[in-house]
């Protein structure tokens, strides 16, 4: 596990506990994940999008602490959660609604959100053809697209991309790729990426490795 030192703008990770009956996940989980890419990596049933569930506020912690930018999940849950973007891509909340409406959706969560990047990010993405269509009748991989155009574009302190290459075609990984590469260390966002390889196409600001 690759663990930085610098606690500034950072998301802090103590001592986490956290499993399912008969299958514990993390034993005393510590780590901190800094402005830019940071990787969680591990083989299935190694509790990847569990850690991000946790991380995002979304499952509760058994023991342990989750700080993020000084608000700490457990005494300021709503300081905490309001700095984060994560959307479980196997959702099915957005279905009724066309990808221009769940970015102005997005848009009122989130006031860095920057409406100006959603043309450009759904030309790279090959969106544009399916903006009218509503989610429910597009493909697994438009569905994620149209989720990580609306990360791209929100500006949020902490961004939580489950597995962001699943489901997509060449040309839109290495899009992806490229735009988690700009998100450099002085935009101080952070970036959390779940993967079930360490990508050779990303530059990482720390890993935390769950193991196979």
């Not at 514990?24 to 049933?45: C, I, K, T, Y």
Request: glycine share 8%.
């Amino acid at each position: 596990m690759s663990i930085s030192t610098d606690l500034s703008g950072s998301l802090t990770v103590s001592k986490l506990d956290f499993g399912f009956p008969g299958h514990p996940l993390f034993e005393g989980l510590s780590a901190v994940l800094v402005p830019g890419v940071n990787l969680v990596r591990g083989g299935d049933g190694r509790g990847k999008t569990s850690l991000l569930q946790l991380m995002a506020g979304q499952l509760p912690v058994r023991s342990g602490t989750l700080e993020l930018n000084g608000a700490r999940l457990d005494l300021n849950a709503g300081a905490y959660r309001r700095q984060v973007f994560y959307i479980d891509p196997r959702t099915e909340a957005y279905d009724q609604a066309t990808p221009p409406e769940v970015f102005a959706e997005l848009q009122l969560c989130y006031p860095t959100f920057d409406q100006s990047l959603i043309t450009s990010l759904c030309e790279g993405l090959s969106l544009t053809p399916h903006l009218e269509k509503k989610l429910f009748m597009l493909s697994t991989g438009s569905k994620r697209k149209v989720y990580l155009a609306a990360a791209l574009a929100a500006g949020a302190a902490l961004t939580l991309l489950d597995d962001p290459y699943a489901s997509l075609d060449r040309a839109s990984i290495n899009f992806v790729s490229s735009a988690l590469n700009a998100q450099t260390i002085d935009a101080g966002q952070i970036w959390v990426v779940a993967m079930y390889e360490t990508p050779t196409d990303i530059t990482l600001a720390a890993t935390i490795d769950l193991g196979d």
